[in-house]
């Protein structure tokens, strides 16, 4: 077990942020940290799920840690003084793993969510809590569904044997997943004028989006609008209760400086 730290050793030490990561915020603020706060070390760790991630500044670890347990085991053992959850929105069992374990080692924790989609007054959107809301509304909809929620979750579609769907995902999916199906390999950003063809050329009368709020990724829902595609967007899972929550890098930034 690993004594506790006086101040004197504290201060002889440099601060350690681990960033729970994964995306395009989590990216900019390992950049941010190491510009800013030269002194402190930083490490990343990502999920491990993508075959190729783009790797941010600093120390980066990839795999889980087993539940909260491990996590809170982890940050003692590394001494970590700040804990930022900049994963995915969707990502909700690592945040909740995220709050218990900064609860058990006692390390303070924020919540680092980029701003959600908001709908225009020519959008037609249909918010549901789940993919298998998403499936249950979707044969009222249309017929040839553009799935952006990644190659995670397929199996919730199998069963629509009728509808035929264009996904598109980072790496390619595994089974199961519904049988007319054909599958884009592509990463964002994204520009209007693709999605614009994508739409058209692949005749699509329906798209189903998690509500990631990326702007990377958000043309899609301009050129739906255009083209009076409905949209299903699928509501993100709520922040752990009591996480401080921030929308940019620099306000996380701000909110380490305080600590």
């Not at 598109?168 to 519904?178: G, I, L």
């Amino acid at each position: 077990m690993t004594a506790p730290a006086t101040a004197a050793s504290a201060a002889a030490r440099r601060p350690h942020v681990l960033i729970l990561g994964g995306t395009t915020e989590a990216r900019r603020l390992a950049a941010d940290l190491a510009d800013r706060l030269p002194g402190a070390r930083v490490t990343t760790s990502l999920a491990g799920r993508v075959a190729a991630p783009r790797l941010p500044a600093g120390e980066v670890r990839i795999g889980g840690f087993g539940g909260p347990d491990g996590l809170a085991h982890w940050l003692r053992e590394h001494a970590v003084d700040a804990l930022i959850d900049a994963t995915h929105p969707f990502a909700g069992t690592i945040s909740f793993n995220a709050a218990q374990a900064a609860a058990t080692a006692h390390v303070p924790l924020l919540a680092l969510r980029r701003p959600g989609w908001v709908p225009g007054p020519d959008d037609t959107w249909h918010p549901v809590a789940s993919l298998a809301g998403a499936a249950a509304v979707l044969p009222a909809l249309g017929h040839r569904v553009f799935l952006t929620t990644g190659r995670m979750g397929l199996a919730t579609f199998a069963h629509l044997t009728g509808l035929w769907f264009l996904v598109r995902s980072v790496d390619a999916p595994e089974p199961p997943f519904p049988p007319r199906m054909d599958v884009l390999l592509d990463r964002g950003p994204f520009t209007l004028e693709g999605e614009r063809a994508l739409l058209h050329d692949h005749r699509v009368d329906v798209l189903v989006t998690k509500d990631s709020g990326a702007a990377a990724t958000a043309p899609k829902l301009t050129a739906a609008r255009e083209a009076g595609v409905p949209v299903v967007v699928v509501q993100r899972p709520p922040v752990p209760p009591g996480v401080p929550v921030v929308e940019t890098p620099d306000q996380a930034v701000a909110w380490l400086s305080a600590l």
